[in-house]
């Protein structure tokens, strides 16, 4: 079930290279993989220390929990939106990737699957 949700969505945004459903220990639940050579347990488990530090700065300023980061490089964007304190999903764009489709297919996602995660 979670592979064809993140095919969906990497299929349906231009420059989006793969998805990873990742827990906030570094474990993957799900990937879906494009064509591209990319190793998103790596990517993943990195975005899950990041994740969890922005979630808790974001508490610490009183502003509530993160909801989604995004990490901007010159040949990648990484999309990160929290599922629940204990998941969340990321899209991997390569740097011409059409990032507000991306964060809109996550928004959407997000509450399609978060009822599994109970």
Known sequence: MFKELLKEVVCSVDGA???VIMGMDGISVEEYLGDENLDLQLIGIELSGVVKEMN???LS???????EMMMVNR???AIARKINEEYFVALILNGTGNLGKGRFK???LVPRMASEFE
């Open 17 to 19: 290279l793969g998805a």
């Open 56 to 58: 808790r700065a974001a």
């Open 61 to 67: 300023m009183d502003t509530g929990p993160m909801g």
């Open 75 to 77: 040949e990648k964007t």
């Open 106 to 108: 996550l928004r959407i």
